[in-house]
């Protein structure tokens, strides 16, 4: 009987406990994102304005405008189960969509750090 109790009791505890979780958000490298654009259909975000954008990006990313009118819509036609990868000019602007894309659901979200300014101040092609 003492034995069931303290089996319950131990089981109790283990089911409150709180869980932790893998951090969802990871801040990466502008060599850790070449070696990632180097795969095939990434997710890749330029959160810049249209301009900023228009001006210059990495090759395939999608502009998803931070605080733009659309960027629900836009945010609702990614995948959630596979990576996201994002970037602004120096890393302010991505840092807060990667939350963003973490409270919406994203199973995991990178964001590159220094933004395209270090991409390119590293020798990096740009569009």
């Known amino acids: 009987m003492r034995f069931t ?30 070696e990632i654009l180097k795969e095939e259909s990434v997710q890749l975000i330029d959160v810049r304005t249209r301009n900023e954008y228009a001006t210059n990006h990495i090759k395939n990313a999608k502009n998803i405008v931070y605080q733009g009118d659309d960027w629900e819509d836009q945010v609702a036609k990614l995948d959630k189960e596979k990576p996201v990868y ?13 939350s963003l894309l973490e409270k ?14 270090q991409w390119i101040a590293e020798g990096n092609a740009v569009e």
Do not use: H, W
Request: glycine content about 8%.
């Open 5 to 34: 109790i303290s089996l319950c009791l131990f089981v109790l505890f283990l089911s409150c406990k709180e869980k932790t979780t893998t951090p969802r958000v990871e801040v990466i490298s502008v060599q850790e994102m070449k």
């Open 86 to 98: 994002v970037y602004c000019q120096k890393g302010g602007r991505s840092a807060k969509c990667a």
């Open 104 to 117: 919406a659901g994203f199973e995991k979200v990178y964001d590159l750090n220094g933004g395209i300014s």
